[in-house]
Structure formats: structure tokens, C-alpha cells
């Protein structure tokens, strides 16, 4: 069954169409790249999965059920969110934000337990972040910092992730160390992944290490071509979504790689 | 070894943040003993003590008029007041994530003073008409600064804050009309008085007015601290974190309205304690505001309460406490700020 199925979605702000009849479906354990030019709608598609914009035709279903019979709260113990970057926050040590994560789970006017704090703790260990537990957030590096965000998104004990752009503001070691563990994450949870991105070789990178990866490419608010990042990033469509000229290569393990020209 | 020093660092640490929590928690007992032994009319230590242990067989002595029914109310009044200002600041910087707002710039102070004002031309010096005007003004002060607040929904946090500016400016130029038009013998010199925030003339039934809407905004804040963490991390990230913005937005106004506009229709505008105390406790014990609301609520009850003593006994006749506020409070504000570099803001 389709863990994020999402029907005919429409949205517009004031008079400017964003999404047009969009359709979209994830399964459990899957990783759907998403990808298309600035404004294309690929943050708005994750607004509305998250609730936080409220599209005006089409649906979203969760697991089987409508999206517009959870409350804000249950929302999101089913989806979490990891923003593109996170700046201009108090100093929070890395523990208080990924506790954070668990306030679906917590009481309309309570505070993180105990139970919550171990919770979170496994978070962080499988990130690989025990040791900054303590640490103010705020003088973490870039990579560190969305590590935190995932570890975040994890306490937070959803099915599904997303991840609006999660590497565009970090240099490359950094972009290989998120997206490496975001492969790992995915690998040992089943999480169901659905990101946003400006590099096409994050859809390959996926691909390469064999998990079950869908891109979407998106034109002007809707996808239009879907499926596996080699069938759907092609010199071809690629040209035609981004009109950039591109060569898609090819090593001797099979891995394949987008190159612009 | 590099290990073991993380743990002693992690430690000393510790134990400071535990040393600063119980000194700020003694604090307000402190300041308390010291506003009733301390006093414009000189009164022994024993005579005190005497009071304080055995009043039954002095009450009719002046000695204990003094201490019963003027520096006891004084003293806690002066703690409500410090302390819900105080807090309300802290809730409102953590939610806005901004370090120059505090309950005054929700337009709360110049609501209560115009109502003040109101109170004073049209009914003369009847202190309870007073208060009831200020608070009423100082709540719909808030009121209508949420509403222009509401007006863009495109950055509403940020937007309320312009709704607060506008708001004072709005009641700031009706106070001054009502100083205009006040008789110039009688009413301004009230007007006056009650503009520059004093706690003299305190009895408590005015105690008794701030008590419970002061402990129900103290405790609502505090409870809600964690939930300000969250709200802090922007719109979108609460909203993805299951957070009903909208609605804790409105509760954490309404409280510190609340709090605010009861300590300020009873002792006038007293500035920047909302501002700084806040900043000092954030300084000193991190950014959680589930630790910051109550630890400021202590903090600004009990420099409040010393304050006031320096208002009272420093010259013949008493000091303004708001401008004492801001001659002690800014320069060691200003000296925490050159020690911690801002410390997150």
C-alpha cells in the first residue's frame, strides 16, 4: 500500500498556479527524489504534505486515510520535516532541539519526560551525535547542524521524512556525509524518504547503493517524468526541464553520474 | 584522559548552573527580610524581630503599622510586579525571538497609562477606578495591536510586533493630549506620578488585585516555556514539530497581557525590567525558557523588591522606582553584555 498517496493536487498563491493536478505515490521504505527548477513547487508540494499550506482541490492520504482528519499534532507523528537550513535560533544545546522532536508525542501544555529524553538520546546515537548532546547548536557546522535535524525528525518517530533541500547550503564532504547517512537511515528504519533537491546526482547517488529510489521531475507545478533516476534523468529530459546541456556517465560498477556541460 | 576532562568540564558546569539557580531562588527571600527590616522611618532590629515573632501583643504600635501594613504589602507587591514583568518579557522574547520586546512594546504600558488617565480626569483620585481603567485599556491596548498584528498574514510574529509599536504610539500621544487637557493643579501632578511607576501608598487590597491574575500569567508562562522552545525554531519547523501556533501565540499574549496589565494599573510604568532580567537569565543559564520564564519571574521579583528599598531610604524624600530600574539595571546589563558577547541573539 501507498504510505503518501496524493491525488490531483492543486494549490495557488493569490493567482499564481504553484501545483497543477499533481499526482503522487510513495510506497513504505521508498526515497522519492524530488527535483525541477527554482519556483517549480517542489517546496510547496512538502508544505502541503505537512499541513502547514492547505491545498484547495485534490488530496493527500497518509497511510490509507485523508490528511484533513489529523490535527496538526497528529500530522506529525506520521510526517516530520527537515528544513533546508536552520539559522537564526536561540543557542539550544543539540539535546533540546532533538527533543523537540517528540513534542507530537507529549501533552497540549506539557514538557518533555523522561521517557522522551531516552527517546531522543537513541536518536542522536544513531546519527552518530552522542557526544554533542550538550553542545549549543548554534556552533555546530553546517553538515552537523542537518545531522541534528535528522536526528530531530527521528525522536519525532514518523514513517515518513522530508527533506526540503537538506544539503544546499553545505560544501561537498559535508553533502556527502548527510546524504550518506541519510542512505543509512533509510536502509536500517524503512523510513519512507521524500526529498527535495537541486542536484540530480542525489537521485543517483541513491540509486547507486541500490535503494528503492523514484526521481520526480518537475515542470511549472507538475511532475513530469517519473521513476528510476536512470530512466528519468536522461540528457534528454534534463535538457528539456533545465535546458542545460548534459552528459550522464556511466562507470565500470554501473554507478552513473550527472555531468553539466 | 581527554575523555575525563570533558566529565569534569561537564561538572563544573553543572554545579555552576546549580550555584546561579539557588542563588536566584534565595534572592527574592533576601530582598524580602530586607524590605521589612529596612525603611525611611527607623525602626531596631529587635523592635522588628519583636513584631515579626509576637504581634499579637504589639498591634497599636506604630512599630507595627509599619511593619504590617507598609512594608509587608510594599515588599510583595514589589515581587509580583517585578516578577510577572519580568517573565512576560522572557515569554515574549523567547517567542519572538527578539531581544528588544518585551510586555510594554505589546502596547500594554500606554494602554494602562491612558487609562490611568481616564481614570484620574473623570473620576477624580479614586485609586480602585484607577486601576480598574488602566487594566481594562492596558488589555484592550493588546487587543488591538493583535488584531493590526493579524492584518498580514505573512510574517505574523513579526507583524504583531509592528501592531505593539503602533498601538503606543497610537496611546502615547492620547496621554499626552490627556495631560493637555488635565487641570494643571490637581490631575497632572497624579497623572505624573502614576506615569513614573512608584510602589509607595501600597496597601493589600491593591496586593490582593494583582495576586491572582499575576501567579495564573506567572504559572501559564512557565508551563508554556517548552512549548515557546518550539515555537522559537520559526513557523514552518513548529508546524512540522505538531505545534499549533496560532493558538500558543495567542496564549502566551493574552497571559502576559494579563500578568502585565495587573502590575502596571496598580504601580504605573516601571521600564526595562522586562527587558533586561530576561537577557540576564538567558545569559546565565542557557536558552530553555522552560528554565528562563521562572528563573526571570524569581530574578525580577527580587531585584524589583531591592530596588525598591534603594527608592526609599537613598533620599529624604522617595526616588521614582522606574528610574532607579533603569540607572542600576542598564549599566550591569551593559557589563553582561560585553562578558558573554550577546550570548544568542
Known amino acids: 500500500m501507498n504510505v503518501l498517496s496524493i491525488k490531483e493536487l492543486h494549490f495557488k498563491y493569490e493567482d499564481r498556479v504553484v501545483l497543477e493536478r499533481l499526482d503522487l505515490n510513495v510506497s513504505q521504505g521508498e526515497v522519492v527524489v524530488l527535483l525541477g527548477p527554482n519556483g517549480c513547487g517542489k517546496t510547496t508540494l512538502l508544505d502541503c504534505i505537512i499541513g502547514y499550506r492547505k491545498h484547495e482541490q485534490g488530496s493527500i492520504h497518509i497511510a490509507g486515510v485523508e490528511d484533513k482528519v489529523f490535527s496538526i499534532s497528529d500530522k506529525a507523528k506520521r510526517v516530520a520535516y527537515v528544513p533546508q537550513s536552520t539559522s537564526n535560533i536561540f543557542p539550544y544545546t543539540v539535546m533540546e532541539i532533538v527533543l523537540m522532536g517528540r513534542n507530537p508525542h507529549i501533552g497540549k501544555l506539557s514538557a518533555p519526560r523522561r521517557k522522551d529524553s531516552q527517546i531522543a538520546q537513541e536518536a542522536l546515537r544513531s546519527m552518530g551525535l552522542t557526544q554533542f548532546a550538550d553542545r549549543a547548536f548554534t556552533k555546530l557546522s553546517g553538515g552537523e547542524k542537518q545531522l541534528v535535524m535528522i536526528a530531530r525528525s527521528l525522536a519525532q518517530n514518523a514513517d515518513i521524512i522530508l527533506l526540503d533541500e537538506p544539503t544546499s547550503s553545505l560544501d561537498v564532504k559535508n553533502e556527502m556525509m548527510v546524504l550518506r547517512r541519510i542512505k543509512d537511515m533509510v536502509r536500517k528504519t524503512g523510513k519512507t524518504v521524500v526529498l527535495a533537491t537541486h542536484q540530480p546526482n542525489h537521485a543517483y547517488y541513491f540509486e547507486n547503493e541500490n535503494l528503492a529510489v523514484n526521481a520526480a521531475l518537475f515542470v511549472q507545478g507538475r511532475i513530469k517524468h517519473y521513476g528510476a533516476p536512470s530512466k528519468v534523468l536522461t540528457k534528454q529530459n534534463i535538457a528539456e526541464v533545465y535546458n542545460v546541456d548534459c552528459e550522464i556517465l556511466q562507470y565500470s560498477d554501473e554507478s552513473k553520474a550527472f555531468v553539466a556541460r | ?345
Request: glycine content about 12%; aromatic content about 10%; hydrophobic content about 55%.
Open chain 2, 1 to 345: 584522559m581527554a575523555l575525563l576532562q570533558f566529565e569534569t568540564e561537564d561538572v563544573t558546569k553543572a554545579n555552576r548552573a546549580r550555584a546561579i539557580k539557588t542563588a536566584i531562588i534565595v534572592l527574592p527571600l533576601i530582598a524580602f527580610i530586607l524590605s521589612i527590616f529596612i525603611g525611611r522611618y527607623e525602626l531596631g532590629f529587635v523592635e522588628v524581630v519583636r513584631m515579626i515573632f509576637s504581634p499579637a501583643q504589639h498591634s497599636g504600635e506604630i512599630a507595627y503599622s509599619i511593619v504590617y501594613d507598609l512594608r509587608i504589602p510594599r515588599a510583595i507587591l514589589g515581587l509580583l510586579v517585578g516578577g510577572i514583568l519580568a517573565a512576560s518579557g522572557a515569554s515574549l522574547q523567547g517567542m519572538f525571538k527578539n531581544p528588544l520586546v518585551d510586555s510594554g512594546m505589546l502596547g500594554v504600558s500606554s494602554g494602562a497609562g491612558f487609562g490611568a488617565i481616564v481614570g484620574i480626569i473623570a473620576f477624580g483620585n479614586s485609586q480602585a477606578i484607577t486601576i480598574l481603567f488602566a487594566f481594562g485599556f492596558g488589555l484592550i491596548a493588546v487587543l488591538l495591536a493583535y488584531m493590526i498584528g493579524t492584518v498580514y498574514k505573512s510574517s505574523p510574529k513579526l507583524m504583531l510586533v509592528l501592531g505593539g509599536v503602533i498601538v503606543s504610539a497610537l496611546f502615547s500621544s492620547l496621554i499626552s493630549m490627556g495631560k493637555f487637557v488635565a487641570d494643571p493643579t490637581d490631575q497632572l501632578p497624579s497623572i505624573v506620578f502614576w506615569l513614573m511607576g512608584s510602589l509607595a501608598n501600597v496597601s493589600y487590597a491593591q496586593v490582593l488585585y494583582v495576586l491572582v491574575p499575576v501567579l495564573v500569567s506567572a504559572i501559564g508562562l512557565s508551563i508554556l516555556g517548552w512549548k515557546i522552545n518550539v515555537l522559537s525554531m520559526g513557523e514552518r519547523d513548529a508546524h512540522a514539530l505538531g505545534i499549533n501556533t496560532r493558538v500558543i501565540k495567542i496564549l502566551v499574549v493574552a497571559l502576559s497581557a494579563l500578568g502585565t496589565a495587573a502590575a502596571v494599573s496598580v504601580v504605573g510604568t516601571i521600564g526595562w525590567i522586562g527587558l533586561v532580567i530576561p537577557h540576564i537569565v538567558r545569559m546565565l543559564l542557557g536558552s530553555n525558557n522552560r528554565v528562563i520564564i521562572p528563573y526571570s519571574f524569581l530574578l525580577g521579583a527580587g531585584f524589583l523588591a531591592l530596588i525598591d528599598i534603594l527608592a526609599r531610604t537613598i533620599t529624604s524624600a522617595e526616588l521614582p522606582i522606574g528610574m532607579l530600574t533603569s540607572f542600576i539595571g542598564l549599566p550591569f546589563y551593559v557589563f553582561l553584555l560585553r562578558r558573554t558577547k550577546g550570548g544568542g541573539w
